[in-house]
């Protein structure tokens, strides 16, 4: 168990629709990461957030969007979904912002398919 | 760019024998590498990860990996595997510091 905690696991919605996936990061970590997880595209950094700003943008859609909040949880949401959408996200955290010195810890992630 | 190439998709061993996967990295500057597990159904779990320093880094399960900045490479090894190491292992460079790219990940299959 790495500390870091996603819901839902699991997720079916139809196209079009909008989802809400939630990532409580491992207590004491400040930092908080989005990777989207597809079987065409392979594993792929979203954003990332540092106590509540964001710090860097990856591959993600105008579609989705995230949010760390004051509790340092965060959100990524996705809206106007897709089938291509269908995927496993992973949060992940960290105590420090960068990569360097730091350790990223990953959570087991939510499974979103979209019919 | 940075980029992780991991040439092997699938790789088979037998239990007891020793497993190595290649993993090669394209980065300007010093890099920050990594190893993680995922097994079926769970997340992605850190064996381990090399900053700087020895090349050679120890890391849980009885995984070890060496850098070798000439070859580009930080290849992964055990010298007797388990059953339990059936997973797929991804070989991940950390650029910008803020950002992992993984490699698209090698399948590992133990007969027995």
């Known amino acids: 168990d790495s500390g870091v905690t996603q819901t839902p696991k699991h997720l079916i919605t139809a196209t079009g629709q909008r989802v809400t996936l939630r990532c409580s990061p491992r207590?004491?970590?400040?930092?908080v990461y989005w990777y989207q997880q597809s079987l065409d595209q392979g594993l792929q950094f979203l954003i990332q957030?540092?106590?509540?700003?964001?710090?860097a943008k990856g591959n993600i859609l105008e579609r989705f969007s995230a949010q760390q909040f004051p509790d340092l949880h965060s959100e990524l949401n996705l809206s106007s979904l897709e089938l291509g959408d269908s995927a496993l996200y992973f949060c992940?955290?960290?105590?420090?912002?960068?990569?360097?010195?730091?350790?990223?810890?990953f959570g087991e992630g939510s499974w979103l398919t979209v019919v | 760019a940075q980029s992780v190439t991991q040439p092997d998709i699938h790789i088979t061993v037998s239990e007891g024998a020793s497993l190595e996967l290649r993993c090669n990295y394209s980065?300007?500057?010093?890099?920050?590498l990594f190893w993680y597990v995922q097994s079926p159904g769970q997340g992605l779990q850190l064996l381990l990860k090399?900053?700087?320093?020895?090349?050679l880094v120890q890391g849980i399960k009885g995984f070890e990996a060496e850098f070798k900045r000439s070859q580009s490479s930080f290849n992964l090894r055990k010298p007797s595997v388990h059953w339990s190491d059936a997973a797929e292992y991804f070989c991940?460079?950390?650029?910008?510091?803020?950002?992992?790219?993984f490699g698209a990940g090698t399948t590992v299959t133990v007969r027995a």
């Open positions: 980065y300007g500057a010093t890099p920050y």
């Open positions: 207590s004491g970590d400040l930092s």
């Open positions: 991940a460079v950390g650029d910008n510091d803020y950002k992992l790219s």
């Open positions: 957030y540092y106590n509540g700003e964001e710090r």
């Open positions: 992940a955290s960290s105590v420090q912002q960068g990569i360097s010195g730091n350790t990223i810890y």
């Open positions: 090399y900053f700087s320093g020895d090349t």
